[in-house]
């Protein structure tokens, strides 16, 4: 993973200092590859010249910049959006595992304050909603410059709460927007399926784009552990003494069947879902984000 | 009481090997007590049963382990039941009680129990303690041992026996059980002159400290010392061994009934023969003298009465007729003992084949002069004689086939092809105290007069003894041993045949020798005593005397002996190696086994 891509890989994101600098990293890493690969026709357009590059259309070509400087730049226009974003992230207890050097928690953060800061770029409007069962910071959606810094020191902030309930906050916040926008839910889903299902539906029901970050740790999706050993629930405590050999293939089934219920389910309603694993780079799920909000708009 | 102990106990540390496995299980059982997990409800239908087996079976596994591990330390400690020894760094005092026949006269042996029960008594408490009973030879009767009960209890089973003294003995096996260790001797005995009269080696190291306890003998004591029979009597000799003079009743038995008695007067330190009349019956004869006070074993001796049975000797000659083949050897036999002594059977070769299985014990020496008319049978019937404890001569004459010698044997033995041929060559004893020349006081006599002619040339005198030899040089008699028997080999014929030595006046007297000392384990003691003569003698030492007897040797030999062993036992530590190595090897299979559950 060389250049600046590499900041997209979560361990190292991690090393990093402050949110606000993961974030401005994360998503200046994930523009440049974005830049030099296929995919960036579904690049926005940003306000900045950029050099040209063989292939790029000639007609946005500035050529007023070219008689001044002799150079060729690119002109890349500011789209005027009145997209509305709310990020959901879950803080409950299960967030807190981690096999490796980052929980699942840390990810969400650094793949939330990447998008806040992408949302930002593209002056978006995004406000943040954290929630264990019940809501535990909520930061009203905004495109005012230094919203993204309170949201960023929000993220610093939290802290892992307890159990999780996905759908009460989903349908608080279902019943408070009013305005077509775009909800952005972050969350491992260890939690009722049926009811995360209802909550989500809720939002398409009224005309929301919704789209769900599924984030799990490599433990969880492959049980790679050897001892016999009790397993404690890390939201209730509950605990089962299991060997592993015997258990891992009746637990993968189980955990791929989760998997493919959510995205089935979640795809007949129209919402985006993406399965996030904590050791891949973040730069899947922004590429998700950019994907469903080229659709909104 | 007993214990079990170890010759090294150093080993025992490997069991510390065992905590190995135990703490690696424990380390891992507390690892292994809680995972936090966020997806634990998708774990609940796991087969739980199924874990706790497994935990059972590991259990199993880890005791099996530390067993293994401390059997293993066990073993290389070389544990042993002993009772109460003691270890080598306790002062150790051995109690060495004479029970000697001088020990057997009324009273005498209760008196050298109680001064040894006494002695042990006085022992001090941080002592071991081991008991040695001791006549001819020194018999450990209690190793040494912390438990006195132990010592005092073998001290009142002690009993006096029929066999000799050997002071040095004694005290060689007393030192000996010291070892290096620092000890004391206890003597309980009579102090019998003849006990420092035999040939025998031993004393005490240095800083080996000695009492000695006397159990005074009898005044006197008479002791038949030799008897024989005369026609119609026996005449019995009668040793006094005390200082006055003594006249004592001495009886005839056959048959347990007294057939006569009379009575001798014996001086001071004198004898006197006792002769005896009656009908002497039945196959031995007793004779008893009256001694109250003396040693009760001495006062017996018994007379065998009947006439030795002839020793059957069976000649094998090669000779068809049989009319000249072993002649002189079957006269020269037959004569010995006024003619009773030997049944001598002159037998051809080609009735050895004959011989059953039955015949053979019976016959007491074979002299072989031919083997030209022996058939495989015939040969094996031979070997198998020789092989089982047979006594066999061998005269290489000219009727005996070196061919087929080593059948014969069951022995390589090599000749020249052709017999060597000489003037006369004479014979040699090369070992003149062999019982074969005992009547040829003068190796120059008789014998220097045999002249020889012709003879074989052994090839190999290899592990045979040369008893006699050629005035050329050659073996003329050899002797060795073939499996159990023994084989003598005379180089020359016995037939007259290579050499007039059958006509020469050394020839019976030779061959009866021959015959008698190939078949002296069959011949009968005439007169047969219980005891030695010397150990009726009740003439005792001081314990000055006895303690200025005592030959003080250094420690130096037993410590050199000790280090040689020790060294021998470093340079075969390889065996410890391994040992640590198989230690190490299964505690890397304990740490593996818990990695794999």
Redesign the interface.
């Known amino acids: 993973m060389p250049g600046p891509a590499r900041f997209l890989d979560p361990a190292i994101v991690a090393r990093l200092g402050t949110i606000d600098l993961k974030a401005r990293t994360i998503v200046e890493g994930f523009l440049t590859g974005l830049h030099r690969s296929p995919y960036k026709g579904f690049s926005v357009e940003f306000a900045e010249y950029r050099q040209y590059l063989p292939g790029d259309d000639l007609a946005t070509l500035d050529w007023k910049v070219f008689a001044r400087s002799d150079k060729h730049f690119v002109k890349k226009y500011e789209e005027e959006t009145n997209l509305t974003c709310h990020l959901l992230l879950d803080v409950s207890g299960s967030m807190g595992y981690a096999s490796g050097e980052v929980t699942k928690l840390q990810y969400a953060s650094y793949l939330t304050g990447a998008l806040a800061y992408l949302m930002h770029r593209q002056r978006d409007s995004f406000g943040l909603i954290a929630f264990d069962d019940s809501i535990s910071a909520l930061l009203p959606a905004s495109a005012r410059s230094g919203h993204l810094r309170m949201i960023l020191l929000a993220l610093e902030r939290l802290e892992i709460g307890a159990r999780t309930n996905v759908a009460k906050p989903l349908h608080d916040l279902a019943a408070a927007v009013r305005k077509r926008g775009m909800v952005v839910l972050i969350s491992d889903l260890l939690d009722e399926p049926a009811n995360v299902l209802d909550g989500l539906k809720h939002f398409r029901y009224r005309g929301t784009d919704v789209i769900v970050f599924h984030v799990l740790d490599p433990y969880e999706l492959k049980f790679p552990f050897e001892q016999a050993a009790r397993f404690r629930d890390m939201e209730t405590a509950e605990e089962v003494m299991a060997v592993p050999d015997s258990i891992r293939q009746d637990y993968l089934d189980k955990m791929q069947n989760l998997i493919a219920f959510y995205r089935r389910e979640l795809g007949l309603v129209g919402i985006d879902y993406c399965q996030l694993d904590t050791s891949q780079p973040l730069e899947l799920g922004l590429m998700s984000y950019l994907m469903t909000r080229k659709r909104v708009l | 009481m007993s214990g079990l102990t170890f010759l090294s106990p150093l080993f025992l540390i490997g069991a510390i090997a065992a905590a190995v496995p135990i703490l690696l299980h424990l380390f ?1 059982r507390k ?18 049963q ?3 087996r ?2 059972l079976r590991e259990l199993v596994l880890l005791a099996l382990r530390v067993v293994a591990l401390l059997l293993l330390a066990l073993s290389f400690a070389r544990p042993y039941f002993a009772g109460a020894a003691a270890p080598d760094t306790v002062p150790l005092t051995v109690i060495a009680v004479d029970t000697s026949m001088s020990m057997s006269a009324p009273g005498q042996m209760d008196r050298a129990r109680a001064a040894a029960t006494k002695a042990v008594a006085a022992v001090p408490g941080s002592h071991a303690l081991a008991l040695l009973g001791f006549g001819d030879s020194a018999i450990v009767a209690v190793e040494p041992t912390t438990d006195r009960s132990a010592i005092t209890s073998a001290i009142a089973r002690l009993e006096a026996g029929a066999t000799g003294t050997r002071f040095r003995t004694a005290l060689a096996r007393s030192s000996e059980i010291i070892g290096t260790r620092e000890g004391h001797v206890v003597i309980v005995s009579d102090l019998q002159q003849s006990g420092w009269e035999s040939n025998d080696d031993g004393g005490l190291p240095d800083g080996v400290g000695i009492d000695v306890i006397s159990v005074p003998p009898p005044v006197g004591n008479l002791a038949v010392t030799s008897a024989e029979r005369r026609d119609r009597r026996i005449v019995a000799s009668i040793q006094n061994f005390g200082n006055t003079e003594i006249t004592a009743p001495v009886r005839l038995f056959t048959g347990g009934k007294e057939l006569a008695t009379t009575e001798v007067t014996m001086a001071a330190r004198g004898a006197a023969d006792a002769e005896l009349l009656g009908s002497l019956t039945g196959s031995e004869a007793e004779i008893r003298v009256d001694d109250a006070t003396g040693y009760q074993a001495d006062n017996v001796r018994k007379v065998l009465l009947d006439p030795s049975p002839a020793i059957p000797i069976a000649v094998v000659v090669a000779d068809p007729t049989g009319s000249t083949g072993g002649l002189y050897v079957e006269r020269a036999l037959t004569v010995a003992g006024d003619g009773h002594e030997f049944a001598v059977d002159v037998r051809d070769g080609r009735e050895v084949t004959k011989w059953n299985g039955a015949d053979q014990p019976r016959i007491a020496a074979m002299f072989v002069l031919g083997t030209r008319t022996l058939d495989r049978k015939g040969r094996d019937a031979i070997r198998n004689y020789l092989n089982r404890g047979g006594q066999v001569l061998l005269a290489a004459g000219p009727d005996v086939d070196p061919g087929t010698l080593a059948d014969v044997l069951g022995t390589k033995l090599s000749f020249d092809e052709e017999p060597v041929r000489t003037a006369g060559a004479t014979m040699i004893a090369s070992d003149s105290r062999h019982p074969i020349f005992r009547p040829f006081l003068n190796p120059s006599g008789p014998l220097g007069d045999v002249q020889v002619e012709q003879h074989r040339r052994l090839k190999d005198e290899g592990d045979r003894t040369v008893l006699a030899r050629f005035s050329g040089g050659d073996a003329a008699l050899t002797e060795q041993t073939v499996g159990d028997g023994r084989l003598i080999v005379f180089t020359s014929d016995l037939d007259n045949e290579w050499s007039r030595f059958p006509l020469n006046p050394a020839f019976v007297p030779f061959a009866v020798e021959t015959a008698r000392y190939l078949t002296k384990s069959h011949r009968p003691q005439r007169s047969v005593a219980a005891v030695d003569i010397r150990e009726s003698n009740p003439a005792a030492t001081t314990i000055g005397e006895f303690t200025n007897a005592i030959e003080r040797t250094t420690r130096a030999g037993l410590l050199e002996a000790r280090n040689a062993a020790r060294d021998i036992e470093d340079r075969q530590r390889w065996w410890q190696v391994g040992l640590v190595l198989m230690l190490v090897a299964l505690a890397g299979e304990a740490l593996l086994g818990r ?1 794999t ?1």
């Open positions: 891992h690892t292994e007590v809680v995972i936090d997990f966020p997806a634990v409800g998708l774990l609940k239908r796991a087969p739980v199924q874990h706790r497994r935990r990695r559950t």
